[in-house]
């Protein structure tokens, strides 16, 4: 069974840094993609950030690019955030979700109800103005 924990939410002040991790368990790395996404209650989930297990191809949504950095490692089946010059409106529970490689990355982060297979639990990220 594929599983994934996410960690490192928290409060931190707007320019603040977090970074998040995300281990799977119970599958082959190389084999999915793995993504963050964010969701405020009452708004629509938001594609945050992308990575392949594969070739460590990554996207970025539009929101996020230039300040948050994803990484993996293969060997602890680990994914990063890294989440820099943070502000008031990336406040959200941080959800890490991962997929078989059966599309290209970017294809899997925009339409991640159809691609992605497996949740977390999610992870509060509150940043104070």
């Known amino acids: 069974e594929v599983q994934l924990v996410e960690s490192g939410g928290g409060l931190v002040q707007a320019g603040g840094s977090l970074r998040l991790s995300c281990a799977a368990s119970g599958l082959i790395f190389e084999d999915y993609h793995i993504g963050w996404f964010r969701q405020v209650p009452g708004n629509e989930r938001e594609g945050v950030s992308c990575?392949?297990?594969?070739?460590?191809?990554?996207w970025y949504g539009d929101s996020v690019k230039g300040r948050f950095t994803i990484s993996s490692d293969n060997v602890n089946n680990t994914v990063y955030l890294q989440m820099n010059n943070l502000k008031a409106e990336d406040t959200a529970v941080y959800y890490c979700?991962?997929?078989?490689?059966?599309?290209?990355?970017?294809?899997?982060?925009?339409?991640?109800?159809?691609?992605?297979?497996?949740w977390g639990q999610g992870t509060l990220v509150t940043v104070s103005s």
């Open positions: 990575i392949s297990g594969g070739d460590a191809s990554t």
């Open positions: 979700a991962t997929g078989l490689r059966r599309v290209n990355i970017v294809t899997m982060c925009r339409q991640p109800s159809r691609w992605l297979e497996v």
